[in-house]
Structure formats: structure tokens, C-alpha cells
Nanobody
Framework: QVQLVESGGGLVQPGGSLRLSCAASGSIVSISAMGWYRQAPGKQRELVATEISVGSTNYADSVKGRFTLSRDNAKNTVYLQMNRLKPEDTAVYYC?????????????WGQGTQVTVSS
């Protein structure tokens, strides 16, 4: 069984910062890429940031220059450092990993963590 567990969400004022973490565990053989998506109320889930190759990350235009994705391969953990947060960043943030487990490559999702940006 594979699990992705997010943490680090919460309530923050506009202009503030949060750091999200996502740890993958279970019978993982290899992880190809990890990333973050978000879904605001009444909207579709959208890409925030995701690895596209080693050392290369794709960011949504709305978060470029403010958010930074990083990964600790030894811990199977991906982080999202979010700075200069705006009210429009309010959403449930989901971790995604494309990995090999039980002989199959597939995407796995975390349960989501709420980020609320409000004064």
C-alpha cells in the first residue's frame, strides 16, 4: 500500500508564508515525479507546481516567483514553500506522486490540506 500524507496547511494572513510537506510511504520502488495541485471551492483542481525532469519544475503562472517546490529523495518527501500568499491562493492543496509500486507505475494522491489566506 502506498500513502501520501500532507501537512503544513492552515490559516495565514495575506503576505504571509506557509510550508507544505508531503511524505510518500509504503511499498515504493521508485518515484519519478512529485508535485502539488490545488482546488478552490467551486473550481476545478489545478496544477500548482510539479517536477517535469530532474532539477526542472513547472509552476503555474499565478505562483511563479512566490512558490518553490523542493524534494528530499532520501525521505520520499516533497515540499512547497509558499511566500507572499494572497487570498486567491486559498484552496485545498493536494500532493501527487508518479511512482512505481507493486509492479505498476501510476499516480497517487494525498488527502489534501487546507490553506486559507485571510485577514
Amino acid at each position: 500500500q502506498v500513502q501520501l500524507v500532507e501537512s503544513g496547511g492552515g490559516l495565514v494572513q495575506p503576505g504571509g508564508s506557509l510550508r507544505l510537506s508531503c511524505a510518500a510511504s509504503g511499498s515504493i520502488v521508485s518515484i519519478s515525479a512529485m508535485g502539488w495541485y490545488r482546488q478552490a471551492p467551486g473550481k476545478q483542481r489545478e496544477l500548482v507546481a510539479t517536477e517535469i525532469s530532474v532539477g526542472s519544475t513547472n509552476y503555474a503562472d499565478s505562483v511563479k516567483g512566490r512558490f518553490t517546490l523542493s524534494r528530499d529523495n532520501a525521505k520520499n518527501t516533497v515540499y512547497l514553500q509558499m511566500n507572499r500568499l494572497k487570498p486567491e491562493d486559498t484552496a485545498v492543496y493536494y500532493c501527487n506522486a508518479y511512482l512505481l509500486a507493486s509492479g505498476t507505475w501510476r499516480h497517487y494522491w494525498g488527502q489534501g490540506t487546507q490553506v486559507t489566506v485571510s485577514s
